[in-house]
Protein backbone atom coordinates (compact mmCIF):
# COMPACT_ATOMS: atom_id res chain seq x y z
CA UNK A 1 0.00 0.00 0.00
CA UNK A 2 2.92 2.20 1.06
CA UNK A 3 4.97 1.73 -2.68
CA UNK A 4 1.35 2.44 -4.40
CA UNK A 5 1.18 6.11 -2.61
CA UNK A 6 4.25 7.07 -3.06
CA UNK A 7 4.14 6.24 -6.75
CA UNK A 8 1.04 8.27 -7.08
CA UNK A 9 2.39 10.64 -5.33
CA UNK A 10 5.17 10.70 -7.74
CA UNK A 11 3.19 10.97 -11.32
CA UNK A 12 0.83 13.18 -9.50
CA UNK A 13 3.87 15.22 -8.85
CA UNK A 14 5.16 14.74 -12.75
CA UNK A 15 1.99 15.57 -14.06
CA UNK A 16 1.56 18.72 -12.26
CA UNK A 17 5.32 20.28 -13.07
CA UNK A 18 4.41 19.21 -16.57
CA UNK A 19 1.16 21.14 -16.47
CA UNK A 20 3.17 24.05 -15.20
CA UNK A 21 5.75 24.10 -17.73
CA UNK A 22 2.98 24.00 -20.54
CA UNK A 23 1.11 26.85 -19.08
CA UNK A 24 4.18 28.84 -18.65
CA UNK A 25 4.99 28.10 -22.31
CA UNK A 26 2.01 29.29 -23.35
CA UNK A 27 1.53 32.44 -21.17
CA UNK A 28 1.31 35.48 -22.83
CA UNK A 29 4.27 37.70 -22.03
CA UNK A 30 3.13 40.90 -20.38
CA UNK A 31 1.61 44.01 -21.95
CA UNK A 32 4.05 46.78 -22.19
CA UNK A 33 2.73 49.74 -22.06
CA UNK A 34 3.80 53.22 -23.16
CA UNK A 35 2.39 56.80 -22.13
CA UNK A 36 3.32 59.11 -24.87
CA UNK A 37 2.13 62.70 -24.45
CA UNK A 38 2.41 66.51 -25.11
CA UNK A 39 2.18 68.85 -22.32
CA UNK A 40 2.72 72.69 -22.71
CA UNK A 41 1.93 74.36 -19.07
CA UNK A 42 2.30 70.94 -17.18
CA UNK A 43 -1.38 69.98 -17.02
CA UNK A 44 -1.07 67.09 -19.35
CA UNK A 45 2.26 66.09 -18.08
CA UNK A 46 0.66 65.35 -14.45
CA UNK A 47 -1.76 63.48 -15.62
CA UNK A 48 0.46 61.09 -17.64
CA UNK A 49 2.45 60.48 -14.99
CA UNK A 50 -0.43 59.38 -13.09
CA UNK A 51 -1.34 56.70 -15.51
CA UNK A 52 2.14 55.59 -15.82
CA UNK A 53 2.38 55.55 -12.34
CA UNK A 54 -0.81 53.50 -11.94
CA UNK A 55 -0.08 50.87 -14.84
CA UNK A 56 3.49 50.51 -14.69
CA UNK A 57 3.91 52.12 -18.11
CA UNK A 58 7.01 53.82 -19.67
CA UNK A 59 6.78 57.89 -20.09
CA UNK A 60 7.65 59.28 -23.43
CA UNK A 61 7.34 63.23 -24.03
CA UNK A 62 6.71 64.61 -27.05
CA UNK A 63 8.37 67.61 -27.18
CA UNK A 64 8.74 69.82 -30.42
CA UNK A 65 11.97 70.25 -32.33
CA UNK A 66 11.42 73.87 -32.05
CA UNK A 67 9.99 74.95 -28.29
CA UNK A 68 6.51 76.61 -28.20
CA UNK A 69 6.68 80.22 -26.96
CA UNK A 70 6.26 79.85 -22.87
CA UNK A 71 3.79 82.71 -22.91
CA UNK A 72 0.15 81.81 -23.18
CA UNK A 73 -0.70 84.23 -26.24
CA UNK A 74 2.09 83.67 -28.38
CA UNK A 75 1.29 80.19 -27.80
CA UNK A 76 -1.56 80.15 -28.78
CA UNK A 77 -1.07 82.31 -31.62
CA UNK A 78 1.69 79.77 -33.07
CA UNK A 79 -0.72 76.70 -32.37
CA UNK A 80 -3.29 78.81 -34.16
CA UNK A 81 -0.89 78.96 -37.40
CA UNK A 82 0.66 75.42 -37.16
CA UNK A 83 -3.64 74.47 -37.28
CA UNK A 84 -4.40 76.57 -40.28
CA UNK A 85 -1.66 75.53 -41.93
CA UNK A 86 -2.54 71.87 -41.21
CA UNK A 87 1.71 71.70 -39.89
CA UNK A 88 3.39 68.91 -38.73
CA UNK A 89 5.84 70.38 -36.24
CA UNK A 90 9.23 68.38 -36.12
CA UNK A 91 9.25 65.88 -32.27
CA UNK A 92 13.02 66.32 -30.76
CA UNK A 93 13.29 62.06 -29.89
CA UNK A 94 11.89 58.95 -30.87
CA UNK A 95 10.31 56.00 -28.98
CA UNK A 96 13.09 53.60 -28.00
CA UNK A 97 11.75 49.51 -28.95
CA UNK A 98 8.32 50.73 -30.40
CA UNK A 99 7.58 47.28 -31.10
CA UNK A 100 7.69 46.14 -27.26
CA UNK A 101 4.61 48.18 -26.30
CA UNK A 102 1.21 46.86 -26.74
CA UNK A 103 -0.53 49.16 -25.33
CA UNK A 104 0.03 53.32 -26.34
CA UNK A 105 -1.49 55.96 -24.16
CA UNK A 106 -1.76 59.26 -26.28
CA UNK A 107 -2.41 62.77 -24.69
CA UNK A 108 -2.23 66.42 -24.84
CA UNK A 109 -4.29 69.28 -24.36
CA UNK A 110 -7.05 70.78 -26.12
CA UNK A 111 -5.45 73.64 -28.37
CA UNK A 112 -8.24 75.29 -31.13
CA UNK A 113 -11.11 72.92 -29.98
CA UNK A 114 -8.56 69.57 -30.90
CA UNK A 115 -5.54 67.84 -30.81
CA UNK A 116 -2.58 69.96 -30.91
CA UNK A 117 -0.43 68.89 -34.49
CA UNK A 118 2.43 67.90 -32.38
CA UNK A 119 -0.21 64.85 -31.54
CA UNK A 120 -0.35 64.39 -35.64
CA UNK A 121 3.05 64.29 -36.17
CA UNK A 122 3.66 62.02 -33.55
CA UNK A 123 0.80 59.12 -34.71
CA UNK A 124 1.97 59.68 -38.28
CA UNK A 125 5.16 58.33 -37.46
CA UNK A 126 4.95 55.31 -36.05
CA UNK A 127 2.77 51.86 -37.46
CA UNK A 128 -0.51 51.24 -34.97
CA UNK A 129 -1.25 48.25 -36.51
CA UNK A 130 -1.44 45.73 -33.46
CA UNK A 131 -1.24 48.11 -31.21
CA UNK A 132 -3.95 49.50 -28.27
CA UNK A 133 -4.09 52.93 -28.54
CA UNK A 134 -5.82 54.98 -25.10
CA UNK A 135 -6.74 58.37 -25.70
CA UNK A 136 -6.74 61.44 -23.06
CA UNK A 137 -6.70 64.83 -22.51
CA UNK A 138 -6.69 68.14 -20.35
CA UNK A 139 -8.91 71.10 -21.40
CA UNK A 140 -9.91 74.43 -19.52
CA UNK A 141 -13.72 73.97 -20.71
CA UNK A 142 -14.32 71.78 -23.36
CA UNK A 143 -14.05 70.57 -26.80
CA UNK A 144 -12.79 66.93 -24.59
CA UNK A 145 -14.66 64.84 -26.73
CA UNK A 146 -13.35 66.00 -30.49
CA UNK A 147 -9.98 65.83 -29.10
CA UNK A 148 -10.28 62.23 -27.71
CA UNK A 149 -11.75 61.47 -31.99
CA UNK A 150 -9.13 62.81 -33.12
CA UNK A 151 -6.42 60.84 -31.54
CA UNK A 152 -8.98 57.85 -32.50
CA UNK A 153 -8.91 59.21 -36.24
CA UNK A 154 -4.71 59.40 -36.44
CA UNK A 155 -4.57 55.79 -35.42
CA UNK A 156 -7.28 53.93 -37.49
CA UNK A 157 -4.74 50.60 -37.65
CA UNK A 158 -5.26 50.37 -33.71
CA UNK A 159 -7.51 49.31 -31.28
CA UNK A 160 -9.36 51.92 -29.14
CA UNK A 161 -10.26 52.16 -25.59
CA UNK A 162 -12.41 54.60 -24.20
CA UNK A 163 -10.36 58.10 -23.61
CA UNK A 164 -10.28 60.21 -20.47
CA UNK A 165 -10.40 63.98 -20.56
CA UNK A 166 -9.81 66.22 -17.47
CA UNK A 167 -9.91 69.90 -16.27
CA UNK A 168 -6.48 71.04 -15.68
CA UNK A 169 -4.51 68.56 -13.62
CA UNK A 170 -7.02 67.35 -11.93
CA UNK A 171 -6.40 62.91 -11.37
CA UNK A 172 -9.58 62.32 -9.69
CA UNK A 173 -11.42 59.65 -11.70
CA UNK A 174 -8.58 58.51 -13.63
CA UNK A 175 -7.92 55.33 -11.09
CA UNK A 176 -11.21 53.91 -11.53
CA UNK A 177 -11.24 55.01 -15.24
CA UNK A 178 -8.16 52.26 -15.58
CA UNK A 179 -9.98 49.94 -14.07
CA UNK A 180 -13.23 50.39 -16.44
CA UNK A 181 -11.24 50.11 -19.10
CA UNK A 182 -9.59 46.90 -17.68
CA UNK A 183 -6.16 48.41 -17.86
CA UNK A 184 -5.53 47.55 -13.97
CA UNK A 185 -7.15 45.74 -11.60
Known amino acids: MKTKLITLLAV???WAGADAQTASE???PAKKI???????????????E??????GGTLFRIEP?????????????VAKAEKEADARPAI???VDN????????????????TAPMIICTFAESYDFGDKTVVPFCTYAATYRDETLARIRELTPAAEHLKGFGTTGK????????????????
Open 26 to 28: NAR
Open 65 to 77: MKPYPTEYRPCTE
Open 34 to 48: LVAYFSWGGNTQHVA
Open 92 to 94: KSK
Open 50 to 55: RIASLT
Open 98 to 113: WDQYDTVFIGCPVWWW
Open 170 to 185: DTNGVESWLRTINVIR
Open 12 to 14: LLC
